[in-house]
């Protein structure tokens, strides 16, 4: 069995709330509790902060106006009239709008330390671990111990794992959270841009000991041997896109080339097909996270000022014997769902189904429900 093994990198920085004054000695220092123990729920007291443009520039509040919908934060410039503006950019009181990295900046009555402005000193005054390989800072006035890759530690991660260890590949999250300058993820495509093909089946280097600094290569002991599956004496598949993938592919139902005689390159679904239509299918909703569930739920939407508007004038609804054809008490009326709903609307047919026209009364031929308004 082949395994490939990636690295990840996140684009994001990671903050703790210590248990003390960790100033003397920043790494190794004891944090507070992050979930709780027995249900699992989230403190609040940690948390991630992206490198997007909102988080990396600093707020002039100067630029800041009143919210009148109940939304605020950097990327609208608008403050709360009243209470406390939560990580998500919503206003209310709730525990979850003034605690886990409540936007001081834009409302009054957070609980919890100013992540926005201790990441604005971190990002400046960060210092780099050699032996661990990665950028921290320890605030002191807000107890907050941050930790982050920056572009030169992403480029010794690939220097001294990757390169290294053969590793099959790396991924990110995410692009979009780069978006301030896009320096991690420009770094990353240097980097896979610059290593070269022709990984051998063992790693060629070892580290000196297990206490080694990132500089001269990874701890834990030896290199992992890698298995290269052997080619392949079969014609390539017409699923092959690359004759030197080191791997073959495989369809679920164990073959190299697909179940055979159920390819199709028309588009639509089959004709023994009998799932709903598009326009019967129901749009996935994208998940919130709960934490945003409830400030939404909680969140007071503030009355903007409206404008004068003219109050519109009623529409008149014609009299039935102006839009109904001449009939006899004799006559069945044609039948569709949209001739019932007319009659429906002006008040023509009454609850058993008769249509009442110019004083006369008939049955419709056939009985369908019809959604009222």
């Known amino acids: 069995m082949l395994i490939i093994v990636i690295v990840g990198f996140a684009y994001y920085a990671k903050y703790f709330t210590t248990k003390g004054d960790c100033s003397a000695n920043p790494l190794g220092c004891p944090i507070v509790l992050a979930e709780d123990p027995v249900t699992g729920k989230d403190l609040l007291t940690s948390g991630a902060y992206t490198f997007e443009t909102s988080h990396m520039t600093p707020v002039?509040?100067?630029?800041?106006?009143?919210?009148?919908?109940?939304t605020c934060g950097p990327e609208k410039l608008t403050k709360c009239a009243s209470g406390c503006c939560s990580q998500y950019g919503n206003c209310g009181t709730s525990p979850e709008h003034c605690s886990g990295a409540c936007q001081h900046a834009f409302g009054t009555g957070c609980t919890d330390p100013d992540v926005a402005g201790s990441w604005q000193k971190a990002s400046k005054n960060g210092k780099t671990d050699t032996k661990a390989g990665g950028q921290y800072y320890f605030d002191p006035e807000n107890r907050l111990f941050w930790t982050w890759d920056t572009p030169e530690l992403i480029s010794k991660k690939f220097e001294h794992i990757v390169k290294r260890y053969k590793l099959g590949g790396v991924m990110a999250w995410s692009l979009g959270e780069d978006s301030f300058d896009w320096s991690h993820v420009k770094q990353m495509a240097r980097e896979v841009k610059a290593i070269k093909?022709?990984?051998?089946?063992?790693?060629?280097?070892?580290?000196?000991?297990?206490?080694?600094?990132?500089?001269?290569?990874?701890?834990?002991?030896?290199?992992?041997?890698?298995?290269i599956a052997p080619a392949s004496t079969k014609p390539a598949s017409s699923t092959e896109t690359d004759a030197k993938t080191p791997y073959n592919v495989v369809w679920v139902d164990g073959t190299m080339d697909g179940p055979a005689g159920d390819v199709s390159t028309e588009p639509g679904a089959p004709e023994y097909y009998e799932g709903p239509g598009p326009e019967q299918q129901e749009v996935p909703a994208v998940p919130v996270p709960a934490q945003q569930q409830q400030e939404e739920a909680s969140t007071p939407q503030q009355a903007a000022p409206l404008p004068e508007i003219e109050p519109a004038v009623p529409e008149q609804v014609p009299e039935a014997a102006s839009i109904l054809p001449e009939v006899s008490a004799d006559d069945d009326l044609p039948f569709s769902p949209e001739y019932e709903a007319a009659l429906r609307a002006v008040g023509a047919v009454d609850d058993e189904g008769m249509a009442t026209v110019r004083g006369r009364a008939c049955r419709l031929k056939r009985r369908v429900k019809v959604a009222e308004e």
């Open 60 to 70: 002039d509040p100067a630029k800041l106006t009143v919210s009148y919908d109940g």
């Open 197 to 227: 093909s022709g990984y051998t089946s063992t790693a060629q280097s070892k580290p000196a000991s297990a206490v080694q600094q990132i500089e001269s290569g990874p701890v834990d002991g030896e290199a992992p041997e890698i298995e």
